[in-house]
């Protein structure tokens, strides 16, 4: 079966932009999660989803946004980006939310603000 | 607040030699404790978990990490270190009825030949 999947791998923008990263969960998860990794530090959850429906949300401001889909693919966006918004963009999918399944990771976004 | 704490940032070893790196979490109630391992430039996988029963577990590519209630710790453990195994690891807590995993600052471990 194939794991998680994100789109695009690597990205460049430029400050002031808006970007729009993408998540494929494996077959038959319905949660999704969102975390920012800045260099050199753990990752940083910025938003879960399940069934669509937000169910939690990190310390992060309101330029960035998330939505999931009937498919429960996810997809997360930020907008007038800033430099400190630099990082490893990850994803996380699992069975159903409730934090006693395990959660698997996609390869990653790599974000680049210039 | 829950929290984790990894004290150590970076930690040598010579390959065969043992391997113990620390995890000490914060949170009220029984945990869901994960350690993870991230090679660089890669996304993260799961060594192992803990959600109840044996306090000892055991995960993949021969790692086990011991759950301390009294010590509020979660300790990773290979009695063998292997070059492969250099990479980032992180330990990280789970809330009851959510997702949202908080990560330590991670360990880097660097094995020497």
Partial sequence: ?114 | AQSVTQPDIHITVSEGASLELRCNYSYGATPYLFWYVQSPGQGLQLLLKYFSGDTLVQGIKGFEAEFKRSQSSFNLRKPSVHWSDAAEYFCAVVGYNTDKLIFGTGTRLQVFP
Avoid: M
């Fill in chain 1, 1 to 114: 079966d194939a794991g998680v999947t994100q789109s695009p791998t690597h990205l460049i923008k430029t400050r002031g932009q808006q970007v729009t990263l993408r998540c494929s969960p494996i077959s038959g998860h319905k949660s999704v999660s969102w975390y920012q990794q800045v260099l050199g530090q753990g990752p940083q959850f910025i938003f879960q989803y399940y069934e669509k429906e937000e169910r939690g949300r990190g310390n992060f401001p309101d330029r960035f946004s998330a939505r999931q889909f009937p498919n429960y693919s996810s997809e997360l966006n930020v907008n007038a980006l800033l430099l400190g918004d630099s990082a490893l963009y990850l994803c996380a999918s699992s069975l159903a939310g409730t934090g006693n399944y395990e959660q698997y990771f996609g390869p990653g976004t790599r974000l680049t603000v210039t």
